[in-house]
């Protein structure tokens, strides 16, 4: 199952952001230690789907691929200015679910497989922050880190129907790309919007009892809905 975050959820969070904005003060102090939230709907994609040690015929794609997920975190950080330009250092932990995927193999015997995805990050981000006279301040920023895919996957032959499942876990290198605006709400919040696009790595079914196992690539392009509270 899908869960699609509302169009209108995302445009009242983009109006609050603005009204924020509004009523701001441009000289406000966004510079220290911070802390905060960030909700991360997306257009999540298993990419790349192989299929190893099957027992022949055409492998395919079917369903919804990419799709709509859902994801939350949290993170802590330090803003310093140098020169004219802030730079911006922070550690974020991230938990992501809803990402399935559905394929095919045309044997024989023809066989589907099902996968549910949860992601967990942990990731390093640098950022420049680019100072104006208003109380919104663009950023670009990079990313380096660690994800773990846990995926539960249904293997199911089509011909006879029985079905098999299994868990399996793998840990990568992840790696983003980020750009977006910040706006200073008050003396001690700072809210952000922003689009992330991250490669989280791969996601493997493990080997089933038949002999096959699937393995396709994990990538997000995240909408960043974040709040901090800076010290």
Do not use: C
Not at 93 to 109: I, K, T, V, W
Not at 189 to 200: D, I, P, S
């Amino acid at each position: 199952m899908t869960l699609r975050f509302p169009g209108y959820a995302a445009a009242l969070l983009v109006a609050a952001l603005i009204l924020a904005g509004s009523n701001a003060r441009a000289g406000v102090n966004d510079r220290g230690f911070y802390i905060g939230i960030r909700a991360l709907p997306a257009v999540s994609d298993a990419g790349d789907e192989t299929i190893t040690g099957g027992s022949g015929g055409t492998f395919k794609q079917n369903g919804d691929d990419p799709e709509f997920t859902i994801g939350a975190g949290i993170m802590i950080g330090y803003h310093w200015r140098r020169g004219d330009m802030p730079v911006r250092v922070e550690i974020e932990y991230a938990h992501r679910l809803q990402l399935d995927y559905d394929a095919e193999n045309s044997g024989p015997p023809r066989v589907g497989y099902k996968g549910d995805v949860a992601s967990d990050s942990l990731m390093f981000n640098a950022f420049l922050d680019f100072a104006t006279d208003t109380p919104w301040r663009p950023y670009v920023g990079v990313g380096i880190g660690w994800a773990r895919n846990q995926a539960d996957v249904l293997r199911t032959d089509l011909v006879s129907g029985v079905r098999t499942t299994r868990d399996e876990t793998v840990d990568n290198l992840a790696y983003s790309l980020q750009t977006g605006v910040r706006v200073a709400i008050s003396d001690s919040w700072v809210g952000e919007l922003g689009y992330r696009f991250m490669n989280l790595g791969e996601i493997e079914s493990g080997t089933f009892g038949t002999g096959d196992t699937i393995t396709a690539d994990h990538y997000s392009h995240d909408i960043v809905f974040g709040l901090a509270y800076m010290f």
